[in-house]
């Protein structure tokens, strides 16, 4: 849409659109890179341009743009040329015409002596508002074609909203620029979204990234530190990083160090020769010799004793371990992985933890946040277990009701993705229908309102409650085809069609929802 020919709704329609776009579980590069081709295709723009500043340089780089020729990497000083002075200044600034502005750095866009004759300019700066703190991140510009000033001043106050609205988004990409600067300083991979693996949900911004360190550090031989609740999903991370690296052929081998007293973790990681020990009547090898050549997982490595860290240490920086009651050292190679719920440095105060193992084996720490931090995860898991537990136990239970699903969300779930899986692996085993409704949750779940159970409820406000949930479920099913409902429902449509007035139920609200996509992949169980 043309923006000299646009009605005067075209800025509503096309922020509409942009808000469309910026969504929590769309990529960051991607949905800014949709910002911009929206923008000009909507409102005539011939390019747009999104400039991030380095923090470590304080330069502005060309980050993204939208342009009909290639364009090459670029960057600005602050107070230089027009966008080097939009950032300094954070005022926007309007070229009517191009070719009659001296300072405007015109080479890098490959723009013909044409376009400067007949191209405008406008660049506002992206501003972002934390804690009381304004801080102005980068700058969004556009070439459009010369147009009166009025509708140019128009088209200034549209791109400071559309600046606003990108704000949060940008100074998240700001910080994955940063990050992976930071990692290819280290000899480290970076790379950009890529689907997640078959076996994992990562709905959320935050687990993406997770996925995205996982990624970065899983080509290296670096040491790993997974940081995190239990139960969410340390030890399934442990073997992407695995399954992506150099090392995947060889095998991955892993122990719970709190599952093993004290005195049998040294014999259990280093081996023990025949008589070192009563009990120890033939030689063993240690998980270390086990793991040559691959990777070796050691989960809850704060319960580690003393001794037993002093050993990990000499294995980590010499390379060679010692059998227990063996006085021959033998050369391992193997990459570690770590991961621990324990605050180590709380462990360090108190004596419990080495100080040298620690940073030796923080050389890449990753951590992964609970599941009440990032619910975006939470249905697309429990649909996974759904589909799990209901072939594994010979049930046709087909999904999951919306007052369940608001159950689902609202919990805080102190057990985690562990916790999320045995939930629903009990409501599979307790249904007896097709849908999954908030009594077949656990009573940790249940609420005295959500259960209509509580006191306050008379028995006809309880029944009430019931016969709404079902009704509006299956009004979601038939897509608000009463007549469907009732034959679901194995009522008479008269009975649907009164129960539907009583509780006052908008049927038109049920015609536009479409019904689910089914999956091609689901993500397996994510607790460690």
Known sequence: MNGSESPDNAPLITLKRLLDEITPQAPLEESLNAILRILAKDMGYVRAFLAIVDPETDDLRLSLSYSPAKTSQVSYTPGRGVIGQVFETGKSIVVPRLSEHREFLNKAFGRSEAELKSLA???????????GERETLGTLSVD????????????????????AMIANHVAQLQEE???????????????????????????????????????????????????????????LLAEEIHASSPRKDKPLVKLNCAALPSELVESELFGHQKGAFTGAFQTKRGLFEVANGGTLFLDEIGELSLDAQAKVLRAIQEKEIQRVGGEQAIMVDVRLICATHQPLEQLLTQGKFREDLYYRINVFPVFIPPLRERREDILPLAEFFLSDFSGEYGKD??????????????????????????????????????????????PTLQTADSSATGTNLSFGEAVAKFETELLVDSLKKTRGNMLQTARDLRVSYRIVNYKVKKYGLDVKRFANIKPRRKKTQGPADQAD
């Open 397 to 442: 239970i087909k999904r999951i009701s919306t007052p369940a699903i608001e159950l689902l969300t609202l919990y805080h779930w102190p057990g985690n993705v562990r916790e999320l899986r045995n939930c629903l692996e009990r409501a599979v085993l307790v249904c007896e229908e097709e849908v999954i409704r908030t009594y077949h949750l656990p």
């Open 144 to 163: 459009l074609p010369v147009r009166p000033a009025d509708m140019l001043e128009g088209h200034r106050r549209l791109l400071e909203v559309v600046g």
């Open 121 to 131: 300019f406008i660049c506002v700066p992206i501003v972002h508002h934390s804690k």
């Open 177 to 235: 620029m940063a990050l992976q600067k930071h990692l290819l300083a280290q000899g480290l991979s970076g790379g950009s979204d890529a689907p997640p693996p078959q076996n994992f949900v990562a709905a959320s911004k935050s687990m993406r990234m997770v996925l995205r360190q996982a990624r970065q550090v899983a080509p290296s031989r670096a040491t790993v530190l997974l940081r995190g609740e239990s139960g969410t999903g340390k030890e």
